[in-house]
């Protein structure tokens, strides 16, 4: 079963960016991929034998979670300008 779901996901990343238009893959990108950059870069920065503080991974849960509520917040508008804006553009253009 754990491996049924391993390779559905593997899959469903793998082909959802060859299925989807350049805008909409952008935006999974940028908010799927801001937290965890944010993460490294602050992480770089604190010396190697230092443990992490429990802020900023309190903050990194709530960067993720903050960051994939937005996500569906943000993909309906870009989903709806990438299909129907199309058809508009399209229209006017033949009229």
Same mark, same amino acid.
């Given at each position: 079963?754990?491996?049924?779901?391993?390779?559905?996901?593997?899959?469903?990343?793998?082909?959802i960016p060859f299925m989807v238009s350049h805008n909409?893959? @952008?935006?999974?990108?940028? #908010?799927?991929?801001?937290?965890? !950059?944010?993460?490294? +870069?602050?992480?770089?920065? @604190?010396?190697?034998?230092? #443990?992490?503080?429990?802020?900023? !991974?309190?903050?990194? +849960?709530?960067?993720?979670?903050?960051?994939?509520?937005?996500?569906?917040?943000?993909?309906?508008?870009?989903?709806?300008?990438?299909?129907?804006?199309?058809?508009?553009?399209?229209?006017?253009?033949?009229?």
């Amino acid at each position: 079963m754990v491996f049924t779901k391993l390779g559905l996901g593997l899959v469903a990343g793998m082909t959802i960016p060859f299925m989807v238009s350049h805008n909409i893959y @952008m935006t999974i990108a940028n #908010a799927f991929l801001r937290p965890h !950059l944010q993460f490294r +870069i602050e992480r770089e920065k @604190m010396k190697k034998d230092l #443990a992490i503080p429990t802020y900023m !991974l309190d903050s990194y +849960i709530k960067d993720v979670v903050g960051s994939f509520l937005l996500f569906f917040v943000v993909i309906g508008p870009v989903v709806y300008q990438e299909f129907t804006g199309r058809k508009l553009q399209e229209q006017k253009l033949n009229e």
